[in-house]
């Protein structure tokens, strides 16, 4: 009998109209954006930055960290499909035959490239303000939103975990399987709740903020870091590794990494 283990096989989705269907995972997308629009909020009122400005950062954050992760999850794990159907990738249907499939498929390093370049345009156009001060101030929700998307992976049974060759697990019963595997999506989201915790403490009770590219590379050493660790106990999405035996997801993570450092030093020496 196992009693570590926990059979998984929830119902994927909230509520379908014909071919139509809207996700959970759909669902902890919503809720991160707009906790995210939440503290983004508070912190503008904070540094006296006008409240209107927060729906363009909206708008600029959805489109592009959705379009970023998106064709960053092709770029580097399936670039075949992304020459062969390039509006498949960019828009949430399949065309042969026609299906309402939503964003399945998201790199979460092509969301981070997509953000950086966004927020590079809303600085300079909307906020007039250096791209470091935005980045600093944008982790925060990135961070909690992070959280969300891992626990709507976990409801999709997807980024699963390697076997844990014990009692101990999540039985992934959508797959077909029964055995339990790690539950690396709760590993990350975990991981990514302690950013958040790290970064919020930072940002309110230290003068961190004052010093521009500081907050923003403390967040690529923690989160990126929580990545490169969590990959060790997942499945590698594509079949390849490096002479340490490291997948795609931790070679992207250590350059994040050592951008961070970078940025932590720099911003120090200021």
Known sequence: MVYLSIDWNPNIELFKIGSFAIRYYSLMFVIAFILGLQIMKKIYENEGISIEKLDTLFIYAVISILL???????????T???????LEVL???????FQFTGYQGLASHGGAIGMIIAM????????QK??????DRITLPVAIGGVFVRIGNLVNSEIIGKPTN?????????????FPRHATQLYEAFGYLVTFII?????????????????????????WSVRFVAEFFKEAQVDNRAAWDLNTGQLLSIPMILIGFYLMYKAKKK
Request: aromatic letters at 26%; glycine letters at 8%.
């Open 80 to 86: 075949k499909f992304l020459f062969e159907h390039p």
């Open 166 to 178: 014990s009692d101990y697990g999540f039985i992934f019963r959508q797959l077909g399987e029964d």
């Open 120 to 127: 590079y345009f809303y600085s300079k156009k909307v906020l």
């Open 68 to 78: 970023g992760a998106r064709i960053g999850h092709f770029l580097f794990y399936d």
């Open 199 to 223: 970064l919020w403490f930072v940002y309110w009770k230290t003068d961190k903020k004052d010093k521009m590219g500081y907050i923003f590379g403390l967040f690529m050493v923690l989160l």
């Open 130 to 135: 250096p791209l470091l001060w935005i980045l």
């Open 91 to 97: 828009l949430p249907v399949r065309f042969n035959p």
